[in-house]
């Protein structure tokens, strides 16, 4: 889910400083969900998850912008309930100008141009996990813990030249980190209200995954697609996923679904979505679906500030 919308702006300056513009947003989802799958505790359960993040930004005299970002979150209403519910959901500084931008610390991987949308609008269901399995990075969401392929990077640049999108991404250790070292590239081109575009990752001891991504907004409806193949270090063959979602919406409803499949599964995964726009960023959302051979749902509220 994206978590940020510009919410409200401050100006902070003092004697022999840059003014600095700050700007606060955030979001949250609230409802039950239902998990199948579950073997402790209530296969009906309490979602909660709240995200505040603070941008502060400079400029220099040559017309560089300087940021950073940090966003702070709450994932569940047991976190809430215990008292120590608040989280480091990820931070990064950045330079950006006519050449792109550079980003230290916690920062997109450069084949995750155009990953899928998930259902379900609170947790989401995990469809999109599936299609993801081999191309994400660290735990591949909260769906099927461990089994992520990849590691998440720590440096990235992103520079778009006309309707051309280029992303380099890396994780370069520190000191007593022996996380395996992980590379990514990018690259998309827009055509219209469409894309296509291409990902390559290489994760040390892992492997690596080819991805290939298209989709757009035709006739009021938005389409996303992926094919991923991945050729892991390890003596077995190579692995695929795809996935495929699509939406509709007319008036302040929007219906969406989605299938995905992986060679790591039996069963092919897809989900049915809604939500209803209530307005000044509140929407009524839920979906229902099968994954890796289970039955989740979810339905509440969503807004964002």
Do not use: C, H
Not at 7 to 16: D, E, F, R, S
Not at 75 to 102: C, H, M, P, Q, W
Not at 202 to 211: D, K, L, P
């Amino acid at each position: 889910m994206k978590k940020i919308l510009l919410a409200t702006t401050i100006l902070v300056g003092t004697a022999g400083f840059a003014a600095a513009e700050v700007t606060l947003s955030g979001s949250s989802v609230f409802g039950l969900g239902y998990w199948e799958a579950i073997e402790e505790g209530n296969d009906t359960f309490s979602v909660m998850e709240t995200y505040l993040t603070a941008t502060a930004t400079v400029q220099s005299d040559a017309g560089l912008e300087f940021g950073f970002e940090q966003t702070f979150g709450t994932y569940s209403t047991e976190d809430a309930r215990a008292g120590d519910g608040i989280s480091n959901d990820g931070t990064s500084v950045y330079v950006s100008g006519a050449f792109g931008k550079l980003s230290f610390g916690s920062v997109e991987e450069a084949n995750d141009f155009a990953d899928l949308p998930d259902i379900g609008g609170l947790n989401g269901l995990g469809v999109d996990d599936v299609a993801e399995l081999y191309s994400d990075t660290g735990d591949n969401g909260d769906l099927f813990p461990g089994l992520g392929y990849n590691r998440s990077s720590d440096i990235n640049y992103t520079g778009t030249f006309g309707a051309f999108t280029i992303g380099l991404s890396t994780n370069l250790n520190g000191p007593g980190d022996d996380t395996d070292d992980s590379s990514s590239i990018g690259l998309n081109y827009n055509f219209g209200d469409g894309y296509v575009g291409l990902g390559y990752v290489n994760t040390e001891n892992f492997g690596e995954a080819m991805s290939l991504y298209a989709g757009g907004t035709f006739s009021g409806v938005t389409v996303n697609a992926m094919y991923t193949e991945f050729d892991p270090e390890l003596d077995i063959d190579k692995q695929s996923a795809y996935g495929i979602y699509a939406a509709y919406t007319t008036g302040a409803l929007t219906l969406s679904a989605e299938v995905a499949d992986a060679d790591a599964f039996e069963d092919t995964s897809y989900g049915f979505g809604a939500s209803y726009d209530l307005g000044g960023g509140a929407a009524v959302v839920g979906g229902i679906g099968s994954v890796a051979g289970t039955t989740r749902a979810e339905a509440g509220v969503s807004f964002e500030f």
